[in-house]
């Protein structure tokens, strides 16, 4: 049932989590008394969990994820960040809309909406584990009963990043969406406090919106440099 539903909300969780998100914004009594001290643990749980995703795309990313949103996986990835962790992007996830509860000092998105996130994910998890089980049969057994699904385990730690080489450029290639998302709802975050003037918001989203742009644009080169040399092959 859980793996059902798992694979159902894995297909539509784009949409879904577009009305999760804007819970954030549903005015009920503040957590913390400080909004200072609300944005500063916000703020440290959300670079958090985007240093996670930073690291895990920038080392070893997988897709998991078909051409019509279903669980897919090419190959079993074991090793360097994943020898720590099964799902390091959820984790990176889950610390980043963790941190926004608290930045935004809404009891209601971290009390209520936070937990519908861990069901969710715990659902895909389960999803994905059945869906490699019957992939990978008893190597992906193995991997599962050796390494946490979330909380990551330091026993590799010493060994989980040899031989390996952060890729900044794939980094920022593949995380810039995300990237302009989390800057914007920090700056619309502050702006709806009034944390931040009119102005700083204004010039902060129209830097971040330049910076989204730029990046797309190379992307699209890098895209298009790549189809040109495949054709002249």
């Given at each position: 049932m859980i793996s059902k539903f798992g694979n159902w909300i894995f297909h539509y969780r784009n949409y879904l989590f577009i009305f999760l998100y804007?819970?954030?914004f549903v005015p009920l009594p503040e957590m913390i008394n400080s909004s200072v001290t609300a944005n500063v643990t916000g703020l440290l749980f959300i670079f958090s969990g985007m240093a996670v995703r930073g690291i895990t795309i920038g080392l070893e990313y997988i897709e998991r994820g078909g051409l019509i949103r279903?669980?897919?996986a090419n190959n079993l990835v074991t090793g360097g960040i994943y020898s720590t962790c099964r799902n390091p992007m959820?984790?990176?996830n889950l610390l980043i809309l963790f941190g926004f509860g608290i930045y935004a000092n809404s009891s209601?998105?971290?009390l209520v909406i936070f937990p519908v996130f861990v069901f969710i994910y715990y659902s895909i998890i389960k999803?994905?584990?059945q869906f490699l089980t019957k992939r990978f049969g008893q190597k992906y057994i193995d991997y599962k009963q050796k390494v946490n699904a979330l909380?990551?385990?330091f026993r590799h730690r010493k060994t989980a990043f040899d031989h390996q080489k952060f890729n900044w450029g794939k980094m920022i290639l593949k995380e810039y969406n995300s990237l302009y998302l989390?800057?914007?709802g920090m700056l619309v975050i502050a702006f709806f406090q009034e944390t931040i003037s009119t102005s700083l918001f204004v010039s902060g989203l129209i830097f971040v919106t330049i910076m989204f742009l730029v990046i797309k644009f190379i992307?699209?080169?890098?895209?298009?440099?790549q189809k040109t040399n495949v054709s002249k092959v």
């Open positions: 804007a819970g954030v279903k669980i897919n959820y984790l990176g209601f998105f971290t999803a994905e584990e909380l990551p385990s989390y800057f914007s992307k699209h080169q890098k895209r298009a440099k």
